[in-house]
């Protein structure tokens, strides 16, 4: 079993920043994938980004490439999801995924464990 527990969420106005984190507990975190995705009011949940076991290979969803960056740090247990330029689109409720397998997947139904969500609310 791993736990996962995001923070960071807040209210924030278009073109700032906000960074999230994913805090995991359990099994040993190294062993997963970890991905990030959002859900908004009346949409389905969508993929975000998704970082490899050691961290040396990432994956972007094209609407937030450039802006957005995934990383983790495996000694603390955390996975971080820096938003930069954020715009009023990016509004949602953010969750983080651990994913055993070896590849990255940007399907949610491939990941085995999930957090509770952060809000994250951009106004313009």
């Known amino acids: 079993q791993v736990q996962l527990v995001e923070s960071g969420g807040g209210l924030v106005q278009a073109g700032g920043s906000l960074r999230l984190s994913c805090a995991a507990s359990g099994r040993t975190t190294s062993n997963y994938a970890m991905g990030w995705f959002r859900q908004a009011p009346g949409k389905e949940r969508d993929f975000v980004a998704a970082i490899s076991r050691g961290g040396g290979t990432t994956y972007y969803a094209d609407s937030v490439k450039g802006r957005f960056t995934i990383s983790r740090d495996n000694a603390k247990k955390t996975v971080y999801l820096q938003m930069n330029s954020l715009k009023p689109e990016d509004t949602a409720v953010y969750y983080c995924?651990?994913?055993?397998?070896?590849?990255?997947?940007?399907?949610?139904?491939?990941?085995?464990?999930w957090g509770q969500g952060t809000q994250v609310t951009v106004s313009s």
């Open positions: 995924a651990a994913d055993v397998a070896l590849v990255l997947h940007t399907e949610g139904r491939a990941y085995d464990y």
